[in-house]
């Protein structure tokens, strides 16, 4: 199984930027999608972006569109996600998440997968 690791969270003023950025190890990354996810607390996580590795086609919901940008770098095994024009609606935690392709093909970014890493905090101030 693939493992995932989040940093670049931070504290930033809003309409600011930041880059996040997660590794995997394990095993082949472009047997999957990675997907960021959100979650304050009280609140159910929720899909913000997915990449499909192998072909890079790429998913945004609606509340980040024109926000941030999804990548990935498959030579080093890595998804950033950079955000841009953050809001402090955009506060929460970030979690990278790995998502067969099959199942990625069928269900898309929604997919559920129970798999929560330590995620990193962004924390946008108005």
């Known amino acids: 199984e693939v493992q995932l690791v989040e940093s670049g969270g931070g504290l930033v003023q809003t309409g600011g930027s930041l880059r996040l950025s997660c590794a995997a190890s394990?095993?082949?990354?472009?047997?999957?999608?990675i997907g960021w996810f959100r979650q304050v607390p009280g609140k159910e996580r929720e899909a913000v972006s997915c990449i499909n590795t192998r072909d890079a086609s790429t998913y945004y919901a609606d509340f980040v569109k024109g926000r941030f940008t999804i990548s990935s770098d498959n030579a080093k095994n890595t998804v950033s996600l950079q955000m841009s024009k953050l809001k402090p609606e955009d506060t929460a935690v970030y979690y990278c998440v790995p998502i067969r392709l099959t199942l990625y093909h069928e269900i898309g970014c929604e997919a559920p997968v129970d798999y929560r890493g330590k995620g990193t905090l962004v924390t946008v101030s108005s």
């Open positions: 394990g095993q082949a990354f472009d047997n999957y999608a």
